[in-house]
Nanobody
Framework: VQLQASGGGLVQAGGSLRLSCAAS????????MAWYRQAPGKQRELVAD???????NYADSAKGRFTISRDDAKNMAYLQMSSLKPEDTAIYYC?????????????WGPGTQVTVSS
């Protein structure tokens, strides 16, 4: 099982980006999916997560600006980011709890860089 994040890049403050996370492999079912980020010199932090039932949770810094969604038919998760600020600059990581054969494991993707210029 692998997770691959994409969609990062350089954007001006106030702009938007959409991150995508693709899960691949012999997946039985995906439970919780989440986006984390890590800025230089800081700890990794939760940005948003979404349950299989569609319940969402956001960090205070993301509320009102970011939207997490998922497409279980495609084993995908998305993070729509709007009104981006320089402080959103970080490496964004996809995370998921995935049933693989008979076990539930937590997986991380390699991350995608988001840089917001002022």
């Amino acid at each position: 099982v692998q997770l691959q994040a994409s969609g990062g890049g350089l954007v001006q403050a106030g702009g938007s980006l959409r991150l995508s996370c693709a899960a691949s492999g012999n997946i039985f079912r995906i439970n919780n999916m989440a986006w984390y980020r890590q800025a230089p010199g800081k700890q990794r932090e939760l940005v948003a997560d979404i349950t299989r039932e569609g319940s969402t949770n956001y960090a205070d810094s993301a509320k009102g600006r970011f939207t997490i969604s998922r497409d279980d038919a495609k084993n995908m998760a998305y993070l729509q980011m709007s009104s981006l600020k320089p402080e959103d600059t970080a490496i964004y990581y996809c995370n998921a709890d995935i049933w693989y054969i008979m076990s539930l494991n937590n997986y991380w993707g390699p991350g995608t860089q988001v840089t917001v210029s002022s």
